[in-house]
């Protein structure tokens, strides 16, 4: 196994052990329901879903009149949304971030900001830090949890609160995708999901319950960014998981990143295990960084085209769209929502990203 196979391969599995020691076991949380590790949940390497306390789960509410200083919710306390400035007509953004991180990124800070500039809008975060900073399957099966509490939080809004789940958009990157997915499936008719590099180690070869689908949202749009091998560092997915699935610059290694080989090692061998993933994830990053890009007021847009290949697409053999619109990858990916397959495009290696074709 060469320097990257091993970064990869101890990031993501880590010990299988917890599987012999949970086979056929479940774990109870109060209202949001038993979690096991039965077929098809038996993704993890047998590692079960920790609490809401354990995982720091959190919900925060931005408004425009509280913009910059976010208000707690609970997930199951009506009387902290009645207490806020929820305004249950406005539509709902619901950001999730992914694996290593938390609610406090910078970019989960500067989306919030963008939505909230661009519409008069609900966006709440979520936070599950603790949750997402375990060995690879752990985080993975935290992801239940999560998507659990979420759908609860959901089902309050709609009974106590009025709130249409047609007005629903949850955007989720990494393991925060494969959450939203999990928070659809517990929601009836909720109305879109945007996921950000979908985790691919652990679901993509599982079955459509255990990850992010089309059934899951009455739109679902999807951009891979890392969707390369895991034994070449990729952290995405290949499997087209929305209603349209969005492969900039081919969906694999992003320009402007460097090569992963030349990262991680190091952060590695001194049991650095949180940089060791941050080092060999910038293409996986991206994703949230084009949707980031995509809602700023510029001119440029993300167009993109169908085609059965990104090598066919290079050729310039597949450069139009037909009798309707080409989608555009980003937060106007719902004016195609009719739309359905692949589709490509290309973006510059820095910042504006967006290429003008």
């Not at 010990?15 to 086979?23: A, T």
């Not at 950001?95 to 966006?123: Q, R, T």
């Not at 009455?218 to 998981?241: M, W």
Request: glycine share 8%.
């Amino acid at each position: 196994m060469n320097a990257l196979g091993l970064v990869v391969f101890v990031l993501v599995f880590g010990s299988s052990f917890e599987f012999f020691l949970n086979e056929g076991k479940k774990v109870c949380y109060g209202d949001l329901g038993c979690f096991s590790i039965d077929d098809p949940f038996d993704n993890t390497l047998g590692y079960l879903p920790e609490s809401p306390e354990a995982i720091h789960f959190g919900l925060t509410l931005y408004t425009r009149t509280n913009s910059r200083t976010g208000v707690n919710l609970g997930y199951n306390d009506s009387a902290s949304v009645a207490r806020s400035s929820f305004n249950p007509n406005n539509p709902v953004k619901i950001i999730i971030h992914g694996y290593m991180a938390n609610a406090y990124e910078p970019w989960v800070l500067n989306i919030s900001s963008l939505f909230l500039k661009k519409e008069d809008c609900n966006v709440i975060t979520v936070n599950w830090k603790n949750g997402a900073r375990k060995i690879y399957p752990a985080s993975a099966a935290n992801t239940r949890v999560v998507g659990a509490a979420v759908a609860k939080f959901l089902e309050m809004l709609r009974n106590k609160h009025g709130v249409k789940m047609e007005n629903v958009h949850v955007i989720g990157h990494s393991l925060g995708a494969q959450t939203s997915g999990y928070i659809g499936s517990r929601t009836p008719n909720m109305g879109r999901i945007t996921g950000m590099d979908p985790a691919g180690p652990l679901f993509e070869r599982y079955a459509e319950q255990v990850r992010l689908d089309p059934s899951d949202a009455k739109f679902v749009d999807v951009i891979h960014s890392d969707a390369l091998p895991i034994e070449d560092a990729g952290f995405g997915t290949r499997k087209s998981c929305g209603h349209i699935d969005f492969f900039p610059n081919g969906g694999g290694h992003q320009p402007g990143c460097p090569p992963a080989y030349k990262t991680g090692v190091e952060e590695l061998l001194t049991l650095r295990f949180n940089e060791a993933f941050l080092s060999v994830a910038c293409s996986h990053e991206r994703s949230y960084i084009y949707f980031a890009e995509s809602l700023a007021a510029e001119p440029c847009k993300f167009t993109a085209y169908p085609c059965d290949s990104y090598e066919d697409f290079v050729k310039g053999t597949c450069n139009v769209c037909g009798d309707s619109p080409c989608p555009v990858m980003g937060n106007d990916a719902i004016l195609s929502q009719s739309r359905r397959g692949n589709f490509y495009l290309v973006t510059n290696a820095q910042n504006p990203y967006c290429k003008n074709t």
